[in-house]
T-cell receptor
Framework: ETGVTQSPTHLIKTRGQQVTLRCSSQ?????VSWYQQALGQGPQFIFQYYREEENGRGNFPPRFSGLQFPNYSSELNVNALELDDSALYLC????????????FGQGTRLTVV | QKEVEQDPGPLSVPEGAIVSLNCTYS??????FMWYRQYSRKGPELLMY????GNKEDGRFTAQVDKSSKYISLFIRDSQPSDSATYLC????????????FGTGTRLTIIP
């Protein structure tokens, strides 16, 4: 078990709604990355936060946004949900600064109906 | 063409067999190579982490990287039913594990 926790574990939302997912990083880690994993696919990089600043973004539209807090926990917000947003959302924390291993949480399974 | 290609399987082998899992990639900037294991409905668990070309061994697991061929492998010796999972290769061009690019994953079943 890693020290990365995500909440909630599951949720169901209706198309057009907004959702907030949360991640508590492992103690001592200052970098949080978010990934989307569709069924049968590998995780796709959404964005990364390092010391409360966005530090890189994948090919996701602006309705995917995030925050990192002073304690290095993080939120992923998705507006105007679409059916294709249904996926497992994974948070990974690492120490940053290079050479650090990334540890994943158990994920949040989002279903959009 | 995807940056990282991985045979999705499924792959079924008898207990005790040697398992070989592979990925190819096209981005020559990748320098850091990882293998993750993912059980159903769980997050990925880091198995092996390798920088540049070469081999790395950890217990029953051996990771190989051939940057000249843009090809990486994971070998599992004396496979156990508990090794049944999806195995994901991942790569990064930047120092550390940030901004990983994953393969699609290979679903492995070890038959008792």
């Amino acid at each position: 078990e890693t020290g990365v926790t995500q909440s909630p574990t599951h949720l169901i939302k209706t198309r057009g709604q907004q959702v907030t997912l949360r991640c508590s990083s492992q103690s001592g880690h200052n970098t949080v990355s978010w990934y989307q994993q569709a069924l049968g696919q590998g995780p796709q990089f959404i964005f990364q936060y390092y010391r409360e600043e966005e530090n890189g973004r994948g090919n996701f539209p602006p309705r995917f946004s995030g925050l990192q807090f002073p304690n290095y926990s993080s939120e992923l917000n998705v507006n105007a949900l679409e059916l294709d947003d249904s996926a497992l959302y994974l948070c990974a924390s690492s120490g940053g600064g290079g050479g650090a291993e990334a540890f994943f949480g158990q994920g949040t399974r989002l279903t959009v109906v | 063409q995807k940056e990282v290609e991985q045979d999705p399987g499924p792959l079924s082998v008898p207990e005790g067999a040697i398992v070989s899992l592979n990925c190819t990639y096209s981005n020559s900037a990748f320098q850091y190579f990882m293998w993750y294991r993912q059980y159903s409905r769980k997050g990925p668990e880091l198995l092996m982490y390798t920088y540049s070309s070469g081999n790395k061994e950890d217990g029953r697991f051996t990771a190989q990287v051939d940057k000249s061929s843009k090809y990486i492998s994971l070998f599992i010796r004396d496979s156990q039913p508990s090794d049944s999972a999806t195995y994901l290769c991942a790569m990064s061009a930047v120092r550390g594990n940030e901004k990983l690019t994953f393969g699609t994953g290979t679903r492995l079943t070890i038959i008792p």
